[in-house]
Nanobody
Framework: QVHLVESGGGSVQAGGSLRLSCIADGYSFCMAWFRQIPGKEREGIALINVYESASVADSVKGRFTVSRDNAKNTVYLQMNSLTPDDTGTYYC???????????????????WGQGTQVTVSS
């Protein structure tokens, strides 16, 4: 089990950028970002494994980029061209290799951060 702490959320105007960070207190094979937008189901938006093979959801492709620094046990989410529809709470999740990192299924067995709020105004 790892403890995750997200940071970098805040308020920004439409078209702006934010960079979220998530620091883990230990090793995780797969690290991912989820978001909870009001009125919608929680959505997996990006994941990356320890070999830095990454993918992002179609809903954010071309605007969001996920990366990680294994030496720091940290995963990042660079968010550009933000819109009000991106407003929500963003969560970092981490899980072990046994659950794979080719889908978000492993999140059900993983450790979650407390979330960080992102608010985009028009």
């Amino acid at each position: 089990q790892v403890h995750l702490v997200e940071s970098g959320g805040g308020s920004v105007q439409a078209g702006g950028s934010l960079r979220l960070s998530c620091i883990a207190d230990g090793y995780s094979f797969c690290m991912a970002w989820f978001r909870q937008i009001p009125g919608k189901e929680r959505e997996g938006i990006a994941l990356i494994n320890v070999y830095e093979s990454a993918s992002v959801a179609d809903s954010v492709k071309g605007r969001f980029t996920v990366s990680r620094d294994n030496a720091k046990n940290t995963v990042y989410l660079q968010m550009n061209s933000l819109t009000p529809d991106d407003t929500g709470t963003y969560y970092c999740v981490a899980w072990l290799a046994r659950y794979g990192c080719d889908s978000y299924r492993g999140a059900g067995f993983g450790d979650w951060g407390q979330g960080t709020q992102v608010t985009v105004s028009s």
